[in-house]
């Protein structure tokens, strides 16, 4: 995590004509370093909850959310260093187009302010979404998910046999009986506020896990597909080699040197992406990228 600079003399301007009270040196950095504690743990809880192949976007997320905070702090203080308070001096020849000016200019800091904030709803976002299948970790991420579905559903329908049977969830293995007595009682409740449900797991409950399940089942077979239609092997090239990279589901480009401005550009208006973590430049793995590579690097 890196922190940017405030300007703390500006700050100490800005405190001085729009307040009695004493500027204490550093509080405006102070202030600015707490945000960026606050956003760099929530960065480290999420890196808990989801795949590492997440982790870098949230460091970049961070990083962002740090540099444009501390640019906001900095112009807020400039902004309010322009003009005083009329409580500090006074009303005679107060400079009114000058305040003006400045409150017009509050009010878009206001809103960059409300962009630099929505960087924190990114950051809890990532990762929370579907599997994305150039994850390393996609296919162990969708097993465990479809393990879970599975498992939801064979007891949803273990539930209904057994209450079928006895009308009462007491007994059923694995499950307390102050829980089950509780579930009883949560079901007669639930019966006479809706009588026409007549089994705990109604059909349109298992059929959206099925439907679940089903989904989950052709993410992981199109991953399959995916990482068997292009082998894992290297393409050797006059500046460099192109890598099928089925592991982490990019074609990558590693040149031996720099590749020229005009190369770059290509590269990069097809898709590509530097990866300083690779060395090399790199997207998805897909027929339409190993043949944008070849054009570009003017491979037969």
Known sequence: MK????????????????????????????????????????VQAQKSKISPYYHDKLDALLDRYSRRLADYYNAYYRNES????????????????????????????WQEYKEIDAILDKIRSIGTGPVDLADPNAKDILSDQLERVQKSLERAKALNA??????????????????????????????KRAPYISKPYPDYELTSLR??????????????????????LGMEFADGTIVRNTTANRLQIIFDDIPTADIRQALK????????RNQAWQRQLTKNAEYDAQKILNIS
């Not at 399940?213 to 399959?224: E, F, G, M, S, V």
């Not at 208006?269 to 300083?276: K, L, V």
Request: proline share 3%; hydrophobic share 30%; charged share 30%.
């Open 82 to 109: 322009a003009c005083p308070s009329i409580l500090v001096c006074g009303g005679s020849n107060f400079p009114v187009r000058k305040k003006q000016k400045q409150n017009a200019r509050r009010e878009s800091l």
């Open 3 to 42: 922190y940017y600079e405030i300007n703390e003399e500006t700050a100490r301007r800005a405190n001085d004509v729009n307040s009695m009270r004493d500027y204490r040196h550093g509080s405006a950095t102070e202030e600015y370093r707490a945000a960026v504690d606050k956003a760099a743990a929530l």
């Open 211 to 232: 439907s679940k399940a089903k989904r989950i089942q052709t993410r992981l077979d199109d991953l399959d597909k995916l990482q068997q239609s292009v082998p894992d």
């Open 269 to 276: 208006n097809h898709g590509f992406r530097w990866s300083p």
């Open 162 to 191: 057994y209450w079928r049977k006895h009308k009462t969830f007491v007994g059923f293995e694995g499950l307390a009986e102050e829980t089950a007595q509780k579930m009883d009682a949560d079901f007669a409740d639930l019966q």
